[in-house]
């Protein structure tokens, strides 16, 4: 019996990280494709049935239904014994690179990446500030990555799959090519690539694809 349900989008970098979460502990899971393009999770009736908060993803984990990505990462790193901090330093640690994740790299990756690709004609001037921050964060996480191997441990942590998770999609979608451009990040990505169970978001998350117009 599967006990994961995944409300997700193929193009959704949040979804991609509780996916690869679940493959990288070796739990299956169903996929629930949503139409997030279509506008579903803004309607009345999406939002009382499955995510009050208007958001993609959606874990149910048995007979619960949870949202938002980091807690539930969380969650299942200390229910799978996996992908956590050693010590309360790490585990300060992965928590301070997860808020960082998601308020600052996450947080501006998602947007720009979704106008730039999947809108027939962003505002430029939004595209020019959303891009002027993540050269910022690159810029950080580039320095942070120069002489360690995984972001918050010397072993890979939730951080590192939360980090991850819009940066390992097409480069035609986000514009950024790292193994040009960030050599520290570039190696980095492919060190959490070489894990066991490793996939790439498209060929886990399948289901009708978004129009790109990148």
Excluded at 67 to 79: C, F, G, H, K, N
Aim: charged fraction near 25%; hydrophobic fraction near 40%.
């Amino acid at each position: 019996m599967i006990q994961y349900r995944l409300h997700y989008f193929p193009e959704s970098g949040n979804s991609y990280k509780l996916a690869l979460m679940l493959a990288l502990c070796g739990q299956g899971f169903e996929l629930v494709w949503t139409d997030f393009g279509g506008g579903i999770t803004r309607s009345a009736e999406w939002r009382a049935a499955v995510n009050e908060m208007g958001e993609i993803p959606v874990l149910e984990d048995g007979n619960e239904r949870l949202t938002q990505t980091a807690p539930i990462l969380l969650r299942l790193a200390e229910r799978f014994g996996r992908f956590q901090g050693a010590d309360d330093g790490e585990r300060f640690e992965v928590l301070r690179w997860l808020f960082w994740d998601n308020h600052k790299l996450s947080g501006y990756m998602a947007p720009y990446r979704y106008l730039r690709a999947f809108t027939p004609s962003p505002d430029p001037q939004v595209l020019a500030f959303l891009r002027k921050r993540l050269d910022d964060c690159f810029g950080i996480l580039e320095r942070h990555m120069r002489d360690r191997t995984f972001v918050a441990a010397k072993h890979a942590t939730i951080a590192d799959l939360s980090m991850i998770g819009y940066l390992v999609f097409p480069p035609r979608e986000s514009g950024y090519d790292f193994a040009k451009t960030h050599p520290a990040i570039s190696q980095w990505l492919a060190r959490v690539a070489a894990l066991p169970e490793w996939r790439a978001p498209y060929d886990l998350l399948s289901g009708k694809r978004l129009h790109c117009f990148a």
